[in-house]
């Protein structure tokens, strides 16, 4: 199965996808932690996400597309995935429908998380990540086991994201507004499903498991 959780910054998407793929059986695939991973090695093209990325604005389609390519093409994508944060613009869904046409496949299920933007920044402003693994937190709402220490890997280093400071969170809502919402229209009203993203972690998970059952 092949299904996009759509929706703005800080809706949920990849602490749901986390859930999801030991449902689905198949990988989360999020471009901005491939960015992430590829910002940390310091290579030349991660400095290039880092231009974008720092200041919130969407990277461009030919370097994006070209990472989903590669991500797709490995073994654990085979039956599937859970796209997170991809496709962004209509170039890269329509990118997305080829590629996956070449194996036969199509999306058969878009998510659309649904959040007010009073709620998003306060999810935003509260999120840490673990420097060392990724895994994200809640300082309120879904916060590490113990105080300081990340629950997937033991690391010390639970930081705010860069990008997630006020000004540039606006920038990327923005982005969000202007080119990603409007690619809902490009999939049909029967692949698209709104899910209420306000509930808690459970709750949405629960929302979700009901779309997924009733597919
Ligand atoms: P990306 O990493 O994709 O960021 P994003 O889309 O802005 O989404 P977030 O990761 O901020 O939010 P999320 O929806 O995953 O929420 P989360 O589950 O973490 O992209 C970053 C940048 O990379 C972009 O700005 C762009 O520059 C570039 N980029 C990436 N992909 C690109 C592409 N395809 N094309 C071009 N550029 C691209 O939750 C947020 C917080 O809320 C967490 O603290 C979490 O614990 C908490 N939380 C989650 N759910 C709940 C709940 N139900 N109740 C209470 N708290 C909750």
């Not at 030919?62 to 390519?69: K, Q, R, S, T, Y």
């Not at 809902?184 to 949405?204: F, M």
């Amino acid at each position: 199965m092949d299904v996009i959780l759509f929706g703005p910054p800080g809706a949920g998407k990849g602490t749901q996808s986390k859930f999801l793929e030991g449902v689905l059986g198949v990988p989360q695939i999020s471009t901005g932690d491939m960015m992430r991973a590829e910002r940390k090695t310091g290579s030349d093209l991660g400095k290039q996400f880092d231009q974008y990325m720092s200041s919130g604005l969407l990277v461009p389609d030919g370097l994006v597309i070209g990472l989903l390519e590669t991500r797709l093409r490995m073994r654990d994508a085979v039956g599937g995935a859970i796209f997170d944060g991809f496709p962004r613009t209509l170039a890269q869904a329509t990118s997305l429908d080829s590629m996956l046409g070449g194996l036969s496949r199509k999306i058969n299920l878009v998510l659309s998380l649904e959040v007010p933007t009073s709620m998003i920044v306060d999810r935003i402003s509260g999120r840490r990540v673990c420097l060392d693994c990724g895994q994200a937190y809640h300082v309120r709402y879904s916060p590490p086991p113990a105080t300081g220490y990340c629950g997937s890997c033991g690391g010390t280093r639970l930081v705010q994201r860069s990008d997630d400071t006020e000004s540039v969170v606006r920038t990327r809502h923005a982005s969000y507004l202007a080119e990603t919402l409007p690619i809902l229209g490009h999939y049909g009203g029967q692949v698209v499903v709104t899910v209420d993203g306000t509930g808690s972690v459970q709750e949405v998970t629960e929302q979700l498991l009901s779309v997924i059952s009733a597919r």
